[in-house]
């Protein structure tokens, strides 16, 4: 059985919000399949913004701590947030680039390019947003989903990388019922 990472990207932690329930629908089949399963809300956490290069070369603050060790932890993230303003909410690229802090994504070699500590890990992004998901796509090139895969998550080593998009949020029950049933499978899979 895999352990899986689910983190929770949408900055309102109150949760009842669609990414929430995607979250839990994920987890629920993750659990059912027998997988064991922690869970980061980075809505809940104390999450600073670097504001030099210096910080990045210090460690971060001991909740981001504790979040680094769950990742490295786990053989799979599922991460999960709203699409505002064409990208991740700031909370979430602040929390990773805490989370990136003391060299915890990279290891820095002889060579030019620095090696990803976190390969032998898999990802799965969910991305809501309002817009229609064929026209982010199209239109915007998913320019803030491609950047935070290979800016981030490639970077770090992390792979296969896939990628759930749901537009149209404000749509119907029905949909919503078959995404939610669709993220059960993902995780009863570990995809």
Not at 56 to 73: D, G, V
Request: net charge positive; charged share 20%.
């Amino acid at each position: 059985m895999t352990h899986i990472c689910i983190i929770q990207g949408h900055p309102d932690s109150r949760g009842g919000h669609l990414c929430h329930g995607l979250a839990a629908a994920y987890r629920q089949g993750a659990v059912d399949a027998g997988h064991r399963v922690s869970d980061i809300d980075i809505g809940g956490l104390t999450v600073d913004f670097i504001r030099n290069a210096d910080a990045m070369a210090l460690p971060p603050n001991e909740t981001i701590q504790e979040a680094q060790q769950t990742i490295l932890e786990a053989e799979h993230l599922m991460i999960i947030y709203p699409l505002w303003l064409g990208t991740m909410p700031a909370l979430v690229k602040a929390f990773f680039e805490q989370a990136a802090c003391g060299d915890f994504f990279l290891e820095k070699t002889e060579k030019a390019w620095p090696v990803g500590k976190l390969k032998g890990r898999s990802a799965r992004l969910v991305v809501t947003m309002g817009m229609p998901a064929a026209a982010y796509r199209l239109l915007m090139g998913s320019h803030g989903v491609k950047g935070f895969e290979s800016g981030i998550l490639g970077i770090a080593g992390i792979g296969p990388i896939r990628e759930t998009l749901y537009g149209n949020v404000e749509g119907s029950q029905r949909t919503r019922t078959k995404w939610l049933a669709k993220m059960r499978d993902l995780g009863a899979r570990a995809r």
